[in-house]
Each structure stands twice: as C-alpha cells, then as structure tokens.
C-alpha cells in the first residue's frame, strides 16, 4: 500500500489590508507591495513537495485581468516553488512578494490569494531489489488549499468595511443654440417635456447624480462611497451620441463618456469611487439628423451602476415627445402686377385661343423650406383658392396651365378646372413678350387717373372660389409654381366698365396631411 501524508498548510499575507494612500518603493509600478508567505509541515515520512501561490483565480477564469502579479512572474499572479520536508513537525515555508497593478478600478472586491501543495515526483530511479519506489499520496481528507482575502481599505464605507452607496439620478430634455454649449430645457406639456424640432441639429440630455445619505438623521444607513460608479446610457435609432460637457462637479471632477461604434450608447464613469456627498451635473449631446416625420417619442434608457451595495438601482426611462416644426413658406407675385381691359365683349363660344380670353397674368408661389428635407414626406401641399367666377357665375380668371420649379411633375387637382374649355395654348415667346409690354404700359396709363373707384374681388364675399391642390412631392429647399390664366376681359367690361381699377386677391397655403399628429406648420400662407 502507499504511504499517506498530512500536510498542515497555512498562508499569511503582510500587510493584510491594502491602503492605496501608503506607497513605497518595493519595485512595483503602484508602490504597493504585499508579502505572501505559505508553510508546510507533515506527520509522515520525509518528501519533497511543490507549494503554488496563486491569486484571483476565479476572477481570471471569468476573463478579467489580474490586479496583483508576483515580482517577476509575468502578468500570471501564479509562483511555484519545490520544498523538502525533513523532519515531522518541522515547517518549510516559500515566500514571494505580490504586486499590486496600477490604475486598477475594482478597489471594493477583496483579492484572494490560495496557497496549495503536491508531492513532487521523483525522478526515475530504482532501489536495490529493482523494485520501483512506492510514491506517496496526500490524505484526501485533509483541504488540498487553504485561502486568505486581502481587504482594501475603504475609508469611505464606515466601521463595517461595507460599502453602502444611494446613488441618485435625475434628467432634463434641452435644446442647444447652434454649436454654442448654451442649453434650455424644454417645455412640459402634460406632465411629458415636448421638443419642437426646427432646423437644430443637436438637442442635450441633463444628468445630474447624487451619492447622499437618505436619511439625514441616520448619515450611517447608506450613502457611503459608490465604488466604480458609472451610467450607461442607451439611445434610441433615431438619436445618436455626439459629446459630453461637464457643467459642475462636487467635490472633484472626475467625469468621463465613452461611446461605442454606432454611437447608440455611452458608458459615462463618475468616480472609482464616487464618494460620499458627491455630486455631477453634466449634459450628453445627442444628434437628431436619423429623427423623421415619423418619429413621435424618443426613449433613452439610463442605468446607474456600482460595485457597492445598492439595491433600488433599477435602469429608468427618459422620455420626450417630438413635434416637428415645418420652416416652410409661401410668397407670391403676380405677373404683371397691373393690367388692363377693354374693346369689345366676345361670348365663350367664339374663344379658340387663350388670347382671345383677355390679358395673360402669371401668378408665381415660392416655397421656401429652412427645415429637414420633405423629399420622403409626400403629404405636403400647395391649396391655391383660384378665383374663378364671380358671384352670378360669370368668368374672372380662366386657369390655363400650372407648371413647376424644384418639385417632381406636378399634377394639381382638380384638374378639370386647368384649361377648363380645351383653349389653345400660346407660345412661350409670345407670352413673355406680352407681360413684358403690359409692364412698360402700366406706369403710364394708370397716372391717368383722378379719382380712382375700385374694388376687392375676394373669396368667400363676391367671388366664387375653386380650391387648386398641388402637391409639393420632391420639395427640398425651395420650389415655385406657376400658374399661367387670362382675366375674362368680357365680364369685366360688362360688370366693372364703370371702375377705374379693382383688385384680385388669389391666397395660397402650405397644408400637411400627416400620419401622425406631431407635425406643426405655422405661418404656412400668403
């Protein structure tokens, strides 16, 4: 049978808490040196045996680096050494010193250090009789390791040693002007802040965190350091990060964002550790070139975490509604502005041409877009209230083309009212030098004029309206439409021969027909 030997282990670590405030010069880059010293002794027969120091196994089966390395032995924390026991009861110890690393963050957790042993194998060899020696084995009941933690001092975490954090956070929706670090909270409609989205590019994200006690009266319960602190904020599609810019910090600033790839999340460190009575206010940009007509909501979702003890630190939701606010608007001229009537009355009938209508009038409407392009919108529109008729249904504006500038084809409705009698178009020469002849007419014919009776032809009081929808599919910038008619020369002279001149008020506006109900457009007509 082979022998068995008990082994009694025992392991001790000077100094057995680590005080990352006292520092020497043992060689180690952090100052900080801890001295690791395991024993052996048996109550069997002499052998030789391997003693393994080894440190933070678990944490580097998990994947993590090491905080501690032995002195010379590489970045492994792991030193081996052969021994021999001589005599029952006589100790052999191994000795080596631990490195603490620099710049390490986990400064809450302990680090474990084991101390272990094998029988060393011996090398081959026979004895008189030529029989091979019978190894001995170690007593399986007795622990193959014995285990000690090495605390950090944590001057922060009361008598206790234990680390009881209350981390607090609190968020506000802001605008920022331009590329200026100047931000203005945003306004709250209903209890939710409501975001008017114009022509910026960027809006900001106030953070502010605390690290109190809760209850004043008992300072103990909770607020101590919060080791590793730091929130994770995640964004949705439509924002992605841009920057960070710390406001104010008490009672240091230790503040620092990182971003992933796509910018769809930032891990924000506040402190390691974020003591007691901290406190850091601080903006995180956001970029909204992704938001579309479609975006309603945007949801950030923000997570505190630490290395301490808290519990209610539940991931909550930052949430704004979105408006958008179209910069669109509309201006228009007429082409002349003035023109005149007169010779002989013709009936609807005898009119093959449109110059047999009357003066030719081009009215063009400018569209103006300062905002986000609409060029995947397709529901803004141009509603023209064209004045067709007067009240006893005789013609004032015959309609005879629209045509566009900027815009994908037009295609205004309805179209039965273009060219409602099928006349015969004029040449673009010849109407460019029509309007041209009325303007140089117009200053001095209308100085004839002594006193002036006139009128307002208008809408909805003595003129019968048609409703012209275009719509501004393709808009991008800036768009015109022009709408090319003839004044019905034959009601002017039969109902207005006695005024010396009168005005047609043609009024259009932008309208948008949205899925949704968050798309504004003010001052959307002219």
């Keep these: 049978s082979r022998p068995v030997i008990n082994i009694q282990q025992t392991i001790t670590v000077t100094p ?26 048996y109550t069997a027969k ?12 678990e944490r580097r089966k998990s994947g993590l680096s090491s905080r501690v390395q032995f002195r010379n032995q590489g970045s492994e924390p792991k030193y ?44 081959t060899r026979r004895r008189v009789n030529s029989l091979p020696e019978v190894l001995p084995i170690l007593n399986s009941n007795e622990p193959k390791s014995v285990h000690t933690d090495v605390h950090f001092l944590k001057e922060g975490c009361g008598d206790d040693n234990i680390c009881n954090s209350n981390l607090k956070l609190e968020y506000k929706f802001c605008t920022r002007e331009g590329n200026q670090d100047k931000f203005s909270y945003l306004p709250i409609q209903k209890g939710v802040p409501e975001l008017v989205l114009k022509d910026q590019k960027d809006i900001a994200l106030e953070i502010t965190v605390t690290n109190s006690p809760s209850n004043p009266k008992n ?14 904020a995640t964004f949705p599609d439509t924002l992605t990060y841009s920057a960070y810019r710390e406001l104010r910090a008490f009672p240091e600033k230790q503040l620092s964002c990182v971003a992933n790839q796509n910018g769809s999340q930032a891990d924000c460190e506040l402190g390691n550790p974020f003591k007691r009575n901290s406190s850091v206010t601080f903006y995180l940009i956001l970029s909204t070139t992704e938001v579309t007509f479609d975006t309603t909501d945007l949801d950030i979702n923000l997570k505190l975490e630490t290395t301490s003890n808290q519990d209610n630190l539940a991931s909550i939701t930052a949430t704004a509604k979105v408006v958008i606010e179209l910069l669109l608007s509309v201006s228009g001229v007429a082409k002349p502005s003035q023109v005149y009537f ?22 063009e409407f400018r569209v103006i877009n300062l905002g986000k392009p609409l060029k995947n919108l397709g529901t803004a529109t141009l509603n023209i209230q064209w004045p067709k008729e007067i009240s006893n249904g005789k013609w004032l504006l015959y309609l005879v083309k629209v045509e ?13 009212e273009i060219n409602f009698l099928k006349l015969t178009e004029a040449h673009n020469s010849r109407r460019k030098r029509e309007i041209a002849e009325r303007q140089i007419d117009d200053g001095r014919k209308f ?13 909805s009081v003595n003129v019968n309206c048609v409703n012209i929808k275009c719509p501004l599919r393709g808009l991008d910038s800036k768009a015109s439409l022009v709408l090319r008619s003839r ?15 009168l005005d047609i008020l043609v009024r259009a506006s932008i309208d948008v027909i949205a899925a949704t109900e968050n798309i504004k457009l003010p001052n959307a007509g002219t």
Excluded at 46 to 57: D, H, Q, S, W
Excluded at 342 to 363: C, F, H, N, P, R
Excluded at 447 to 459: A, I, P, V
Excluded at 493 to 499: A, I, W
Aim: proline share 4%; charged share 30%; glycine share 6%.
């Design 16 to 41: 057995n808490r680590i005080d990352l405030r006292q520092k020497t010069l043992c060689g180690a880059p952090s100052g900080i040196c801890l001295k690791v010293k395991a024993c052996f002794e």
């Design 46 to 57: 002499p052998t030789a045996i391997v003693g393994t120091l080894e440190a933070e196994k």
């Design 80 to 123: 081996m050494q052969e021994l021999t026991l001589n005599r029952q009861k006589q100790k052999a110890c191994m000795e080596e010193t631990l490195w603490l690393q620099e710049n390490i963050r986990d400064k809450l957790r302990p680090i474990p250090i084991t101390a272990s042993v094998e029988i060393q194998e011996p090398s």
């Design 219 to 232: 300072p103990t319960k909770d607020g101590d350091d919060a080791h590793e602190a730091k929130l994770i």
């Design 342 to 363: 007169g010779g002989t009355v013709v009936g609807e009938q005898a009119m093959k041409s449109e110059e047999d209508v009357g003066s030719l009038i081009e009215y």
């Design 404 to 416: 566009s500038k900027g815009l994908e084809k037009i295609t205004c409705e309805p179209q039965g």
């Design 447 to 459: 100085s004839l004029f002594s006193e002036r009776k006139y009128q307002t032809l208008n809408c």
């Design 487 to 501: 004044l019905w020369n034959s009601t002017f002279l039969e109902e207005y021969s006695k005024m010396n001149y």
